[in-house]
């Protein structure tokens, strides 16, 4: 079955980055028939999607992110990883990562993970 | 302000069905498939519907899906107090190109 699961700070002060990683386990990020998705919910309001990064390490993330995101993903580990920089209190949420389609067009988020709270605060 | 657009809030007694709708527009919804999650407190969103009416294996028919022109709905049938949750739809949206999801529907069965 497969399950992800996140880590990573819980608590980051502005202006610094924010790091959080999905470990994948039943199956595996190499395949190829999946995207990796990063998806957050700050508290309160609706789901936001961050970006996706597919295991050849091609990327593509949310225009309105300002190139703050950085996705990786590390292929012996099995887990991939979201880096977002120069965080201020709005980037306070639920962070998901989820398996997505190869075809973003077409496809949906079968797996999510449980969800990560990183709190941005001084 | 979600792209999408669903009510705040939705409500229904066991046994009754109820519908949540999803509005979009001809960047997004008109033209993908819509797909459909379940999401209670401190758990992960469980994907309900796919595809805007297919349903993954071990979702009961009771949750269905349909979609026409810009907007999509979600409908629940024989509505039990654990369908009590908040309900997001989501497509991909070709202008903006990224994923978009609405605002969410918290239901409530009373």
């Known amino acids: 079955q497969m399950q992800l699961q996140e880590s990573g700070s819980g608590l980051v002060k502005p202006s610094q980055t924010l790091s959080l990683t999905c470990a994948v386990s039943g199956g595996s990020i190499s395949s190829g028939d999946y995207s990796w998705s990063w998806i957050r919910q700050p508290l309160g309001k609706g789901l936001e999607w961050i970006g996706y990064i597919y295991y050849t390490k091609n990327t593509h993330y949310n225009p309105s992110l300002k190139s703050r995101g950085t996705i990786s993903v590390d292929t012996s580990k099995n887990q991939f990883s979201l880096k977002l920089s120069s965080v201020t209190a709005a980037d306070t949420a639920v962070y998901y990562c989820?398996?997505?389609?190869?075809?973003?067009?077409?496809?949906?988020?079968?797996?999510w993970g449980q969800g990560a709270l990183v709190t941005v605060s001084s | 302000q979600s792209v999408l657009t669903q009510p705040l809030s939705a409500s229904g007694t066991p046994g009754q069905r109820v519908t949540i709708s999803c509005s979009g527009s001809t960047s997004n919804i008109e033209f993908n498939p819509v797909s459909w999650y379940q999401h209670l407190p401190r758990t992960a969103p469980k994907l309900l519907v796919y595809h805007s009416n297919q349903r993954p294996s071990g979702v009961p028919d009771r949750f269905s899906g349909s979609k026409s022109g810009t907007s999509a709905s979600l409908a629940i049938s024989g509505l039990q107090p654990e369908d009590e949750a908040d309900y997001y739809c989501a497509t991909w949206d070709d202008s903006l190109n990224n994923w978009v999801f609405g605002g969410g529907t918290k239901l409530t069965v009373l």
């Open positions: 989820a398996r997505g389609p190869i075809d973003l067009t077409l496809g949906y988020f079968d797996y």
